[in-house]
């Protein structure tokens, strides 16, 4: 008779199993990346080339022009924005660097994302065409979640032919986990309003900045935490819906939460092997394009690509993790399987 | 799991420890430092007197209870009247009366700042009595004065009578006995915060004369102050165990018995006396002696979690000192006090005699050259306030111009630009208050281009030369206090050149060194220096709520065979702004020519013509001297050669991935 092997041994094996699964995964079907980056540049171009084309009419025949090609002429953009009512304006120094994560972090803790759902206040005028473009994005990637999802299930090499008939067979589930999700996320934001007002008071009553700051960053760090568990739970309740053919959202993700309350250590691991990858990711970026001087089209090429680079590896994190959810899912199903037969 | 810490904290080291590439060329720190030597050419410049007037002499005698964070004090003033007629009443400023209620007239004007029982400052005279020339108990005749407010609840302006007027050259002397609360915590710029305590404006003090007459006005929102010079000797009672800075320098101590020590600071030729108190201060010295100028000591008391600023913070103060000293004076006192205010004091950025405070942030960068900007500034105020005493109320913009412009100089000329960053996950809807700085790497910004947003935005708001109550909102004040007259003399520099700036203020600064000059005597000075009348310049700038907008067009006339230049060129200089100053504009033609040309900058335009000459790029304000001009980016034309285009992909590159990645940040939400 075979014993079990120990909690820490098993999520150990587990966390090192999901890890492999899903990069072996992303190696096997590096088309899907690429799939998934086509779409993603493809709908960001939407507004992205226009924008180019303004920028262009706008910088026409002036110095300006000249000193944006070299580095960044602060004093004509800081005029240039005050004329712009768009989505133009979201073009800042800001998104430079690491900026451009702290941005998309600063945006989602806000709750202006999705849809301004949970910022209290409308979104800008100007930042509509941008939100918009982000649903059409997360329904897409809805779509999309399902079919990948059938593909890893069932083990094999993808196809287009198969991620679109996984998708639109399973979109309906996702998209209900995905408002089931949503509706958490307010839960999350609702009552993280009183808890940051009251970590804001904290800090206001500080002695010291140092202290000041943890309570400050403390209470973004745990609303962070919050919308992250959502999004390990979401992920496993979409695993649950595809692998168990759940038709009920609810359902999937009560299974979720019992499976991240199990297995707590395997769940989390994964998250933070990810996060810290991502963090990674962002890190080899940032020091690469900082390295790499942009002065004309042909250095703009290597530039548009290490920035494409991050991009696809940003997706390939995503394959993988949605691999290596289904290899813990499946672990910990083992797991229940053999302890009912013991 | 080891691996995935290893992992992590190695993206981390990465993330955190990029330094933000340099500005390329002027800001590596090989910019010449300003010279501390006077040329011969400025041998005949004022000399510096040796005293003030030494009009208001103060010897106080103050006890601060820090559990109730109130102060008990009796002083004695002696007043000596140089107004030139003889005076019987005499106003005193109360100023922390401003935060007993909402009914004060700043708080009317703030609008923002609540003053609940619990934090709201006040001060009360238990009595006042005329000693000399005559005595006579002054306390029956207190009252409170409405100025030009017309707020008869306000009471932070009083008046007393004496039985006889006091007759020019006479001397008046004052015994006052009072008792004071320290505003609370962010409430004003003399607050207490835990046990820290910085007490400013704290003791009944009378207006100053300006122009023959009392500068008395009640404490206005965004009015700073103005007094007569004289001597301080102040006995500060306070608790053992609190670190105590103050103005001037300290010259005994003395161990109570009762807990408490009385530390006495004297120092003579200052129109103000503040100090600060507070457990927490780390105490850091250094002494700035340099050769030519007398030795000062710098005296830094600073919260524990900015003891790795220390350095940046005096070494800012030795930049501002020796910069000051060779573009307007030898700094006159012995010592200088720096003080860091506690987290959410309102105190920072202020400054007094031998005693300003700064600001810093526990992360800051050096791109953002946060602490050095504010202490600079302060530092300047040294010069600019502190012996060259103008009214801040009346005219604010003058000092807090000069200042601002000193510290820009200052900076551009040792640090070079600044960079430009955000702070993240702080304490506002923002998060820039406590947040995690960002920096854009690659991101500097010239000298005075941080300002020129403000003056667009109300720039148009009021004429820049107003008391500073007049103005029709703080932002106005603020753009007209210090981003106008600050860019208005980096103009003024731009035209006149560097050297001859430099002459107008060691000039300027000497002359009325100890001296409550105004607006006409700074303009006097710079026609006497540069030469001419100079009244058109300051008109148009100082006196003025106009701004200035230069803009450039080239337009070819004519059909031409391929290759060949056009028939005719125009270049049309256009003046979109309603102030007028006369422009140089420059022709680059592609033969390799260079024209330039001048026009006087009256007319809403001027047309140039070259004739069978191809124009390749074309500058109004070349050499940008306008620092004042307000959208710098129409000064230029270029004949295109795809630059725009190309600088277009560039950008719209980079925020095509920003927002891919904002897309794929809403593929977690769901």
Redesign the interface.
């Known amino acids: 008779m075979s014993s079990p092997a120990t909690p820490a041994a098993g999520d ?1 094996g587990a ?1 090192a199993a999901a890890l492999r699964t899903g990069f072996r995964f992303v190696a096997r079907n590096p088309g899907l990346a690429v799939l998934l980056w086509a779409l ?2 493809g ?3 939407l ?3 226009p ?7 706008q ?8 000193h ?2 070299y ?6 953009w ?3 924005r ?1 004329w712009q009512t768009g989505y133009e304006g ?2 800042t ?18 709750g202006e ?2 849809l301004g759902l949970f910022s209290g206040n409308l979104p800008p005028a100007g930042e509509a065409p ?1 939100l918009a ?3 059409v ?3 897409a ?2 779509f999309l ?1 399902g079919g990948v999802l059938a593909l890893i299930r069932g083990g094999g090499r993808w196809s287009l032919r198969g991620l679109l008939h996984g998708g639109g067979f399973y979109f309906p589930r ?1 998209l209900r ?2 408002l089931l ?2 509706a958490l ?1 307010g839960l999350v934001f609702a009552s993280h309003a009183p808890l940051g007002g009251w970590a ?1 008071e904290r ?11 943890a309570w ?2 403390g209470h ?1 760090l745990a609303l962070l935490a919050g ?1 992250a568990s959502i ?1 390990v739970a ?1 992920g496993y309740a979409k695993v649950i819906a595809v692998a168990e053919e759940r038709s009920s959202a609810a359902l999937a993700w009560l299974g979720a939460l019992g499976l991240c309350a199990r297995h707590p250590l395997r769940t989390g ?1 994964h998250l ?2 990810f996060v ?2 991502g ?2 990711l ?3 970026w ?2 690469a394009d ?1 390295a790499w001087h ?1 002065v ?2 042909r250095t ?1 090429v290597v ?2 690509a290490l ?2 680079l ?2 696809i590896g ?2 390939a994190l ?1 394959l993988a993790w949605m691999a290596g959810q289904v290899s813990i899912y499946r672990a910990s199903a083992r797991s229940v399987a053999v302890a009912d037969r013991l | 799991m080891r691996a995935a810490l290893l992992l992590g904290t190695l993206a981390v080291s990465m993330v955190f420890a990029l330094p933000p590439p340099g500005p390329s060329g002027e800001a590596d720190g090989s910019r010449p430092r300003p010279s501390l030597e006077l040329p011969g050419a400025d041998a005949g410049l004022p000399p510096l007197p040796d005293t003030s007037p030494r009009i208001a002499s103060y010897s106080i005698d103050a006890r601060l209870d820090a559990a109730r964070h109130e102060i008990s004090g009796r002083l004695t003033l002696d007043w000596r009247n140089e107004s030139g007629v003889p005076r019987q009443r005499f106003p005193f400023h109360l100023y922390w009366n401003a935060f007993r209620d909402r009914r004060s007239t700043h708080l009317r004007e703030w609008g923002e700042r609540a003053a609940d029982e619990a934090v709201s400052g006040r001060i009360d005279l238990d009595s006042v009595t005329l000693v000399a020339p005559e005595t006579a108990d002054l306390t029956p005749t207190l009252r409170f004065l409405e100025c030009e407010s017309g707020n008869a609840d306000d009471r932070t302006l009083a008046e007393v009578s004496a039985p006889r007027p006091v007759l020019p050259g006479e001397v008046a002397r004052f015994e006052i006995e009072w008792r004071a609360r320290i505003p609370g915590p962010g409430l004003s710029r003399s607050d207490w915060v835990h046990d820290y305590h910085l007490v400013a404006q704290w003791f009944p003090k009378i207006a100053g004369i300006w122009k023959g007459e009392w500068n008395a006005h009640q404490f206005h929102a965004w009015s700073e102050f103005f007094a007569d010079f004289g001597n301080y000797d102040v006995r500060l009672t306070v608790p053992v165990g609190l670190e105590v800075g103050a103005t001037g320098r300290l010259v005994e101590e003395t161990r109570n018995g009762d807990g408490t020590r009385t530390l006495r600071f004297v120092q003579e030729d200052v129109h103000d006396f503040a100090w600060t108190a507070s457990s927490r201060f780390l105490v850091r010295e250094t002494e700035l002696d340099e050769p030519g100028y007398p030795p000062v000591r710098v005296r830094l008391l600073l919260q524990p979690e900015h003891a790795h600023l220390a350095e940046r913070y005096l070494d800012a103060a030795a930049l501002g000192l020796r910069s000051f000293g060779a573009w307007c004076f030898p700094y006159p006192y012995p010592q200088l006090t720096i003080v860091d205010p506690a987290w959410g004091s309102g105190s920072g950025g202020m400054e007094y005699p031998t005693f300003i405070t700064g600001g810093a942030s526990v992360w800051s960068p050096t791109a953002l050259q946060s602490p050095e900007r504010v202490t600079i500034h302060e530092v300047a105020h040294q010069f600019l306030y502190g012996v060259v005493a103008t009214n801040e109320m009346r005219e604010a913009w003058l000092d807090e111009g000069l200042a601002s412009y000193l510290t820009a100089r200052a900076l551009w000329a040792n640090l070079g630009p600044d960079g430009w960053g955000l702070r993240y996950f702080g304490l506002d809807d923002r998060g820039s208050d406590a947040g995690w700085p960002v920096v854009a790497p690659g991101v500097y910004r010239l000298r005075g281009a941080d300002r020129l947003p403000e003056l667009r935005a109300v720039g148009t708001s009021d004429p820049m030369a107003l008391p500073a109550w007049e103005y029709r909102t703080r932002r106005s004040y603020g753009a007209n206090s210090y981003a106008k007259p600050e860019l208005t003399l980096q103009t003024l520099e731009g035209l006149v050149g560097d050297e001859v700036m430099t002459r107008i203020l060691r000039t300027y600064t000497r002359r009325y060194a100890f001296r409550h000059p105004e607006a006409a005597d700074f303009i006097s000075v710079v026609e006497e220096i540069a030469g001419g009348d100079f009244g058109w310049f300051f008109d148009q700038t100082w006196f003025s709520s106009e701004l200035c907008d230069y803009g450039i067009e080239v337009r070819e006339r004519g059909e031409s065979p391929e290759g060949a230049p056009p028939p005719l060129t125009e270049v049309t200089v256009r003046r979109y702004g309603g102030v007028q100053l006369p422009v140089e504009v420059r022709v680059d033609f592609g033969d390799g020519g260079v024209a330039r040309e001048r026009w006087d900058g009256r007319g809403r335009w001027c047309r140039f013509r070259y004739e069978g000459r191809r124009v390749d790029a074309a500058f109004v304000d070349p050499d940008e001297r306008l620092a004042l001009d307000t959208q710098p980016g129409n000064d230029t034309w270029v004949r295109e050669r795809g630059a725009a285009a190309r600088a277009a992909a560039r950008w719209s590159g980079r925020w095509l991935l920003w927002l891919q990645n904002l897309l794929e940040t809403h593929a977690l939400l769901g």
């Open positions: 150990d966390l993603n540049l709908l960001a171009a507004l992205a080339v924008l180019a084309a303004r920028l262009g009419e910088l026409r025949e002036t110095a300006p022009a000249v944006m090609l580095g960044f002429d602060w004093s004509w800081a005029a240039w005050e979201t073009l120094p800001a998104i430079l660097g690491t900026g451009l994560a702290f941005d998309n972090v600063a945006r989602v803790l806000r994302l999705p941008l473009l982000g649903v994005y997360m329904l990637q809805l979640g996702m986990i995905g999700s949503l996320a804001g800090a206001r009553l500080a002695v010291s900045e140092r202290v000041a700051s400050s960053i973004h919308l999004y979401s691991g933070a092997c810290l990858l963090a990674l962002v890190a080899v940032t020091r900082s942009t004309g089209y703009q530039s548009l920035g494409q991050l991009v940003r997706l995503r």
